[in-house]
């Protein structure tokens, strides 16, 4: 339906909503359709990949079941790029980053094709094996919700962004059934701001999504009860923040390697066919890498690690060495980063999010077994599995308190909260001193966009530079005479001359405040030449440059206004620091007033 055309049938109901629903109400009212939205989208498709999964495994006779999971991830990548190709433009905008993109530089605006083409995608690539979680695809869907929601209501740009998290929060919450995570998880990852006004929102979006997951998807990830802690093994949940913390650096490094290499790697074609057979490698190689893997942590928290080898080519030796287990388990924490980068790099769709959370569970694992191995201390294995998660999600993701309370929701292991924050603390603080930016940011900041900035650097941000740039100073040629530089003075209202050689390069600026004492000279008119009189400004702005950045250099030479130049030095104008202030604040009266 055109957007007008909605906009036309909701005109009554906002005309009465005005006249009878005050904001604050009326924001709160739309939160829980927001949530509701969002709940229901990550049910949907739950529900979808867990019974598409179980249809494909049905029909394979278990003889056979390795060799046809390590072919069925291949197929998923196929039909996800040709979704995106047929249905997109081949424009899907995988992962997180781009909506953090869209709230730091485009206003929270969400483009619609997001309302379904993630759903569609991780489906696609998911249901068939692909290694990588649903946590992004469903949190963006619930940003697309939130953010058009809030379009057609005509809702200001602050709620906007507001709801845009309320989505997110209600997707996450919704996936697993934990209200407080989803909103932590919105505020430290998708919004990076911790406004008070903003928590009423998103915990009522988020606990309405919770609600709906609960009524139609009873499913639960892990579940874990727990009363107690020994303190003695303080410094064994130090010792796993460390090991989580280089786990997740590992993971991000990784991560961006293969990026850079899938994206530097022409053809369609070839990298679906040969990044799904290494995947399909890594699937018969490593089973616990096929699909998300929270089948594997179930098993490890029931305690039933020997069938971490089943169905592989390690199956025969299983029950003779009790370190074969911790090499398959070590093998499979090591590649699911691999493995998720390949799924995403060659085509298909999915994050990092649910990727984090079972090398995590194996690390904890791993460490945990070598400890009741050694026979130094002995430690509850499932303690450590879920603390592993909690480390790694929160160096991934940089999200320690998202880590923290999704652990103990999902779980049931609220007892558990000192360790977690003793492990997710250390971890994160680790990883952030090696990795400053998350799985979600590192990109975003290699491209000039501060994820971590204030509202005001944030206002900045949206500004563009080359729009603020005023090229209505007259230029001069190095050659002008004194004589027609007071002529061109007598007719000009700036007091400010670039002066450009015959190929447009920069040479130099004349100011009238310099050049004052010798505008009398007459006697001078016709000898003295302009490049005797220009002077090199203290710096010089590319087109490239941000306004901050602009702001920066004028500040720190005292200087009002400074050149542009673009490429070869080009000159393109003359940047005053009074219209990028002006520019500044029309774009904070219109975030306060819209």
């Known amino acids: 339906m055109p957007k007008n055309t909605i906009h036309r049938l909701l005109?009554?109901?906002l005309l009465w909503r005005l006249r009878h629903v005050n904001d604050r109400v009326y924001l709160i009212l739309v939160s829980i359709?927001?949530?509701?939205?969002?709940?229901?989208?990550?049910?949907?498709?739950?529900?979808?990949?867990?019974?598409?999964?179980?249809?494909?495994?049905?029909?394979?006779?278990?003889?056979?079941?390795?060799?046809?999971?390590?072919?069925?991830?291949?197929?998923?990548?196929?039909?996800?790029?040709?979704?995106?190709?047929?249905?997109?433009?081949?424009?899907?905008?995988?992962?997180?980053?781009?909506?953090?993109?869209?709230?730091?530089?485009?206003?929270?605006?969400?483009?619609?094709?997001?309302?379904?083409?993630?759903?569609?995608?991780?489906?696609?690539?998911?249901?068939?094996?692909?290694?990588?979680g649903l946590e992004a695809p469903i949190s963006v869907t619930g940003s697309a919700i939130g953010s058009n929601t809030a379009r057609v209501l005509r809702i200001g740009r602050r709620e906007r962004r507001l709801l845009t998290g309320c989505g997110a929060a209600a997707g996450v919450a919704a996936i697993f059934n934990s209200p407080i995570a989803g909103v932590l998880f919105a505020v430290e990852v998708i919004l990076s701001e911790l406004s008070a006004a903003f928590f009423v929102p998103l915990l009522i979006s988020s606990a309405t999504a919770t609600v709906v997951s609960k009524a139609l998807y009873a499913g639960q990830p892990f579940v874990l009860i727990t009363t107690s802690w020994p303190v003695?093994?303080?410094?064994?949940?130090?010792?796993?923040?460390?090991?989580?913390?280089?786990?997740?650096?590992?993971?991000i490094r990784v991560y961006f390697w293969a990026d850079g290499f899938f994206e530097n790697w022409t053809g369609t074609f070839k990298r679906v066919l040969l990044g799904g057979l290494a995947l399909g490698l890594l699937v018969f190689l490593f089973p616990p890498l096929y699909g998300e893997g929270y089948n594997i942590v179930q098993l490890l928290l029931g305690g039933h690690s020997d069938q971490l080898v089943d169905g592989s080519l390690f199956d025969v030796f299983h029950d003779q060495s009790t370190w074969l287990i911790l090499v398959v388990a070590a093998g499979s924490m090591l590649l699911k980063v691999v493995a998720t980068t390949i799924t995403i790099g060659s085509g298909g769709n999915g994050g990092m999010f649910g990727s984090s959370l079972f090398a995590g569970a194996l690390c904890g694992f791993i460490f945990a077994r070598l400890i009741n191995l050694s026979g130094l201390y002995p430690i509850s294995e499932v303690h450590f599995i879920v603390l592993g998660m909690a480390g790694t999600l929160a160096g991934v993701v940089h999200a320690p308190l998202t880590g923290i309370f999704l652990i103990a929701e999902i779980t049931g292991g609220y007892a558990l909260f000192v360790p977690l924050m003793v492990v997710t603390s250390g971890s994160y603080l680790i990883t952030r001193y090696f990795e400053p930016y998350s799985v979600y940011t590192r990109k975003l900041v290699s491209k000039g966009v501060n994820v971590n900035q204030d509202r005001d650097r944030g206002l900045l941000a949206q500004l563009d530079l080359m729009l603020l740039?005023?090229?209505?100073?007259?230029?001069?040629?190095?050659?002008?005479?004194?004589?027609?530089?007071?002529?061109?003075?007598?007719?000009?209202t700036r007091n400010l001359f670039p002066v450009v050689d015959a190929n447009g390069q920069l040479q130099g600026i004349v100011s009238l405040n310099t050049v004052r004492d010798v505008l009398f000279d007459d006697a001078h008119y016709g000898t003295t030449r302009v490049r005797e009189l220009m002077r090199q400004p203290p710096t010089i702005l590319h087109d490239t440059d941000t306004p901050q950045e602009a702001l920066r250099?004028?500040?720190?030479?005292?200087?009002?206004?400074?050149?542009?130049?673009?490429?070869?030095?080009?000159?393109?104008g003359i940047l005053l620091k009074s219209n990028i202030l002006a520019h500044y604040r029309r774009q904070l009266i219109k975030d306060t007033e819209s």
């Open 11 to 13: 005109s009554p109901l």
């Open 33 to 132: 359709v927001v949530g509701v939205l969002a709940g229901l989208a990550a049910v949907l498709l739950k529900t979808f990949v867990h019974e598409g999964q179980h249809a494909l495994n049905a029909w394979v006779p278990e003889q056979y079941r390795v060799f046809t999971l390590s072919l069925y991830p291949i197929i998923g990548v196929a039909l996800t790029v040709l979704f995106t190709r047929w249905f997109l433009g081949g424009n899907l905008g995988r992962g997180i980053g781009p909506i953090i993109y869209n709230i730091a530089r485009q206003g929270s605006i969400v483009p619609r094709s997001k309302l379904y083409s993630q759903l569609v995608s991780s489906f696609l690539t998911v249901t068939f094996g692909g290694s990588a």
């Open 232 to 251: 003695d093994a303080v410094p064994l949940y130090l010792m796993l923040a460390g090991g989580t913390a280089l786990l997740s650096v590992y993971m």
């Open 469 to 492: 740039v005023q090229n209505d100073f007259t230029p001069l040629q190095p050659d002008t005479t004194l004589g027609e530089l007071v002529q061109v003075f007598r007719h000009s």
């Open 553 to 572: 250099s004028m500040d720190q030479y005292g200087v009002p206004a400074l050149p542009v130049v673009g490429s070869n030095d080009k000159y393109v």
